[in-house]
T-cell receptor
Framework: RKEVEQDPGPFNVPEGATVAFNCTYSNSASQSFFWYRQDCRKEPKLLMSVYSSGNEDGRFTAQLNRASQYISLLIRDSKLSDSATYLCGLTSGTYKYIFGTGTRLKVLA | EAQVTQNPRYLITVTGKKLTVTCSQNMNHEYMSWYRQDPGLGLRQIYYSMNVEVTDKGDVPEGYKVSRKEKRNFPLILESPSPNQTSLYFC??????????FGPGTRLTVT
């Protein structure tokens, strides 16, 4: 089983829709969790950190479920500019970092 | 401007010809890391460094070397590149292992 798994998509959604992605992980000792956004052929950029208590930033909400070992990202009122690949990342041990393969989102006009 | 820079951005080389990809950050970050990104495999960590003169292997270190002689620089060395090292490479830095800031990437082709 992979350490981190994501549905590759693509998720094709109309503008204004709400869309959610999940990312499951296998190492229960993982400490820190993140969502990154990556545009085509560009570097990943941090979207938000993920906490058990939930983390909201405008239209984006991230959640961590330690019992079921997954993190989620919810995007409300999708915009065309949200089209990108969303990578989940987590720490494995103190300094090792593991990423999922990413979920592609396409927001359609 | 706070940033991570990589050079070169694009490189085409031949099998066996040693090359170095440089990485530099101006944010005084202690932690730096190298990744390669391949279709269907995502971002995989090659090496990381917790501070000057302290490095460790990531998930795919074979065929790569790194050094960390100064805090700001973390070069990636391919002593004898092979075609299976054709990939998109990213350098990243952070104050610890969290919230990494990535460089713009280096697209390497080994023929």
């Amino acid at each position: 089983r992979k350490e981190v798994e994501q549905d590759p998509g693509p998720f094709n959604v109309p503008e204004g829709a709400t869309v959610a992605f999940n990312c499951t992980y296998s190492n229960s000792a993982s400490q820190s969790f993140f969502w990154y956004r990556q545009d085509c052929r560009k570097e990943p950029k941090l979207l938000m950190s993920v906490y058990s208590s939930g983390n909201e930033d405008g239209r984006f909400t991230a959640q961590l479920n330690r019992a079921s070992q997954y993190i989620s990202l919810l995007i409300r009122d999708s915009k065309l500019s949200d089209s990108a690949t969303y990578l989940c990342g987590l720490t494995s041990g103190t300094y090792k970092y593991i990423f999922g393969t990413g979920t592609r989102l396409k927001v359609l006009a | 401007e706070a940033q991570v820079t990589q050079n070169p951005r694009y490189l085409i080389t031949v099998t066996g010809k040693k090359l170095t990809v440089t990485c530099s950050q101006n944010m005084n970050h202690e932690y730096m890391s190298w990744y390669r990104q391949d279709p269907g495999l995502g971002l995989r960590q090659i090496y990381y460094s917790m501070n000057v003169e302290v490095t460790d292997k990531g998930d795919v270190p074979e065929g790569y070397k790194v050094s960390r002689k100064e805090k700001r620089n973390f070069p990636l060395i391919l002593e004898s590149p092979s075609p299976n090292q054709t990939s998109l490479y990213f350098c990243a830095s952070s104050t610890d292992s969290n919230e990494q800031y990535f460089g713009p990437g280096t697209r390497l082709t080994v023929t």
